[in-house]
């Protein structure tokens, strides 16, 4: 714990998201707003640097967090209860993806996690903008599989990464 208290609190927030450019976060935006166009769910991408004190004295995993967000984003109030939050958490090198109870019981955890360490392996490799937005598609597919497409389709998140 204490390892993980100094890493997140001598960090801080604009060196951590720097690894995400403007254009990088323009791409991921356009590549959210045309998914959206195949699907009826709802993808939202919160990128953090360092966790807030708070976060790190109660000892949230990334997983918590992500949950937390999930909620306070505007994720879990989707109107067919199939929003999905992309986490990344840059200080502790982790990738979540939460997926609302009406995606959640149709596609496994297993697809999820799959997804999330690709774009673990990509972060990895200095490719932030390239994992993204192979991840998006890959969401793209499973949600267009579950929720395709129709003429009632609107847009009830933000398109744009959320940079806290």
Avoid at 41 to 51: K, Q, T, V
Wanted: aromatic share 6%; hydrophobic share 45%; with cysteine.
């Amino acid at each position: 714990m204490l390892t993980r208290l100094i890493k997140h609190l001598s960090s801080p927030g604009w060196w951590a998201r720097r690894a995400f450019r403007a254009d990088d976060l323009a791409a991921i935006a356009t590549a959210v707003k045309a998914s959206e166009t195949r699907q009826r769910g709802e993808i939202r991408i919160a990128i953090e640097g360092p966790l807030p004190l708070r976060a790190l004295l109660r000892e949230e995993s990334c997983r918590d967090r992500a949950a937390a967000l999930f909620q306070s984003l505007g994720v879990a109030a989707t109107r067919e209860a199939n929003g999905i939050l992309v986490y990344v958490q840059l200080i502790d090198r982790r990738v979540e993806i939460l997926a609302d109870r009406g995606i959640a019981a149709l596609v496994p955890p297993a697809e999820w996690e799959a997804i999330c360490r690709r774009m673990e392996t990509a972060f990895a490799a200095k490719d932030y903008q390239t994992g993204m937005v192979h991840a998006i598609e890959r969401i793209t597919a499973l949600l267009a599989r579950h929720f395709p497409a129709s003429g009632d389709n609107p847009n009830e998140l933000d398109d744009a990464p959320t940079l806290l």
